[in-house]
């Protein structure tokens, strides 16, 4: 474990602030390295010293003369404890001491989040789509392969229709109604733009949006034809779809 992740480890098991499942952690690590208990040792004592001084007993002259003042007096006379004053500058410092360490045990959780949610992304599956024609007598096809933790993909279409000049081939991604992302006004994104050959074949590697890693949000992947000076125009209907 690196040293920074273990002083936050070490300020939050003394300050309580560490949740059960890292309290565990901590005190694994604690019984395989025993040489950590005296920093937690050194860190307990620094927080002792800071928010309980040690007292400071009056010098005996003073003592004697507030009984010899008492006395003379004859009325009771409680005597005050005196108490170690701070400076203003080691009052903002011992401030500074508990707001770094706050911010380095959220910073240390923040990083246990992202790590979590990186590793869920790098074990994500790769996502399939399968493309087919509206017309049951068209026999084209594709296939979109998704990787979530990179955003590449690669698509393979066949048998495709050759395009006449100034028309290409749009690979859309249709979201569904109210996806806080940007789209056009038929909820869709364009994906990628490609041609076919002349056996109507294609393959494309292309990258994909960040929605593919929330595939709740996808409800559709389709290709149209489109004009190729405008394609993001989205004129044309699908002529391969397929519907999550």
């Known amino acids: 474990m690196p040293s920074e992740q273990l002083q936050l480890l070490i300020a939050g098991y ?3 602030d560490l949740s059960p499942e890292e309290i565990e952690e901590f005190e694994q690590l604690l019984a395989n390295n025993p040489a950590i208990a005296q920093e937690v040792a050194q860190m307990q004592k ?3 010293m800071t928010y309980a001084p040690p007292e400071v007993a009056p010098p005996s002259h003073l003592r ?3 009984l010899d003042a008492n006395q003379h007096q004859n009325k009771p006379l409680s005597i005050a404890r005196p108490q ?3 400076s203003w500058a080691q009052t903002m410092g011992v401030a500074a001491a508990v707001l770094i360490a706050a911010l380095g045990i959220s910073n240390y959780r923040l990083w246990q989040s992202l790590h979590a949610l990186q590793t869920e992304v790098q074990q994500a599956e790769p996502l399939t789509f399968v493309l087919q024609a509206q017309d049951t007598n068209v026999s ?6 998704v990787d979530p933790s990179t955003l590449e993909a690669e698509l393979n279409a066949q ?3 050759k395009l006449p000049p100034g028309k290409v081939y749009a690979l859309w991604t249709v979201l569904q109604q109210g996806a806080p992302i940007t789209t056009d006004d038929k909820n869709a994104i364009l994906t990628a733009v490609f041609g076919v050959g002349a056996n109507g074949n294609a393959l494309e ?3 994909v949006p960040q929605v593919y890693r ?3 949000l996808v409800t559709a992947v389709a290709i149209t034809v489109e004009d190729a000076s405008a394609p993001q125009r989205h004129e044309g209907a699908p002529v391969l779809i397929v519907r999550v």
């Open 14 to 16: 003394v300050l309580g």
């Open 140 to 145: 084209a096809s594709a296939t979109l392969t």
């Open 84 to 86: 170690r004053s701070f």
């Open 64 to 66: 004697a003369a507030i």
């Open 214 to 216: 929330n595939r709740d």
């Open 205 to 207: 590697n292309i990258e």
């Open 159 to 161: 048998n495709l229709p």
């Open 46 to 48: 620094a927080l002792e």
